[in-house]
C-alpha cells in the first residue's frame, strides 16, 4: 500500500516550534515532489509548503520566513520545520506526493495522491 505516516505533532506555545516527519511507505519518494497541507475543523484542506524532487521550495505566504520544509531520500522522509507558531497554525497536518500536473508552485490538494493519516499540531496557551 503506497502512503505516508506522518508523526511529530503535539500541543505548543505560540511562538514555539515543532519538527514534523512525513516518511513514505511502499514507495521511494526521491522522484516525486511532495507536498505539505493543513487541514483546521470546519475549514478546507490548504496547502503550506512543497519541495521538489531537487529541491526546490515553495512556501504559503502564511508561513512564508516561519517554516522550513526540507528532504532526505536516503531516509525517504520530507521534514517541516515550523518555527514562531501561531494559534492559527493549529490544524491536523498532511503530506502527499504530486501526482498530477507538476508545477513549482503547485499546493493544490487535488494534484496530490498517497496521503497519510495526518499529525494534529496545536498551538494553544
Known amino acids: 500500500q503506497l502512503q505516508f505516516v506522518e508523526s511529530g505533532g503535539g500541543l505548543v506555545q505560540p511562538g514555539g516550534s515543532l519538527r514534523l516527519s512525513c516518511a513514505a511507505s511502499?514507495?521511494?519518494?526521491?522522484?516525486?515532489?511532495i507536498g505539505w497541507f493543513r487541514q483546521a475543523p470546519g475549514k478546507e484542506r490548504e496547502g503550506v509548503s512543497r519541495?521538489?524532487?531537487?529541491?526546490?521550495?515553495f512556501y504559503a505566504d502564511s508561513v512564508k520566513g516561519r517554516f522550513t520544509i526540507s528532504r532526505d531520500n536516503a531516509k525517504n522522509t520530507v521534514y517541516l520545520q515550523m518555527n514562531s507558531l501561531k494559534p492559527e497554525d493549529t490544524a491536523i497536518y498532511y503530506c502527499?506526493?504530486?501526482?498530477?500536473?507538476?508545477?513549482?508552485?503547485?499546493?493544490?490538494?487535488?494534484?496530490?495522491?498517497?496521503w497519510g493519516q495526518g499529525t494534529q499540531v496545536t498551538v494553544s496557551s
Open positions: 511502499g514507495f521511494t519518494l526521491r522522484y516525486y515532489a
Open positions: 519541495i521538489s524532487s531537487s529541491g526546490s521550495t
Open positions: 502527499a506526493a504530486e501526482t498530477g500536473t507538476p508545477g513549482w508552485d503547485n499546493l493544490n490538494p487535488y494534484e496530490y495522491d498517497y
